[in-house]
Structures are given as C-alpha cells and as structure tokens.
C-alpha cells in the first residue's frame, strides 16, 4: 500500500527554518503525479489544519493565510517527494506535521479527502 515518510521536523529557534520532506513509496503502478498532495499540521486538543497543498504538476499551490510568504510546497515526481519549506518559523508553527495524498491528481483542503497518511514530524519553534 501507500506509505508516507515524513522527515526534517526538528527544534528551532524563532525565525528559523527548516525543510521537511515527505517520501511516498508502495504506489503499486500508479505515478506520484497521480496524487495531489497536502500537509498538515495537528497540536493536542485541535483539529488537524491544513496548511498547504499541491496539485499533480505543481502548478497549482493552496496555502493558509497564516503560512502564505513563509512556507512553499514543491514536489519532486521524479523522486516521489514533496517538500515543505518553513522559513520566519514561528512558537505558532509548532506542531505535529503530516504529509497527505489524495488520488485524483487535483487537491482538496479537507482533511477527508487525503487516502494516505504519513506518521506526521514534529516541529518545535520556540521563542
């Protein structure tokens, strides 16, 4: 089945920064390029929020407000990764961050449309 590797979650300061990525494996004959990916983000008591999503290609980016200028999705369809750069990380940022995909190609914000699920990375910004 579809496994989801989350990486790079870590401690930084205030301001820092930090790349997670996410490996998929186990696609079966299907393409990375055939699941629009997302990540999210969960701290204890809250529901997990979505923080940014990128369709097929790449070509098409969704970001919260509260990361739009700080955070960039990409991915790599030839290396079945995709990547969440955080830069002017801030305490408000800390979370467990979970990579998604979704078949069909084209993303969706909600959390119930992802399949797959990576074991999410742990961010910690203090201040």
């Known amino acids: 089945q579809v496994q989801l590797v989350e990486s790079g979650g870590g401690l930084v300061q205030a301001g820092g920064s930090l790349r997670l990525s996410c490996a998929a494996s186990g696609l079966s004959g299907r393409t990375f390029s055939s699941y629009a990916m997302g990540w999210f983000r969960q701290t204890p008591g809250k529901e997990r929020e979505s923080v940014a999503h990128i369709n097929w290609s790449g070509s098409s980016k969704y970001y919260i407000d509260s990361v739009k200028g700080r955070f960039t999705i990409s991915r790599d369809n030839a290396k079945n990764i995709v990547y969440l750069q955080m830069n002017s990380l801030k305490p408000e940022d800390t979370a467990v961050y979970y990579c998604?995909?979704?078949?069909?190609?084209?993303?969706?914000?909600?959390?119930?449309?992802?399949?797959?699920w990576g074991q999410g990375t742990q961010v910690t910004v203090s201040s």
């Open positions: 998604a995909a979704t078949e069909g190609g084209n993303y969706c914000t909600g959390a119930y449309a992802y399949n797959y």
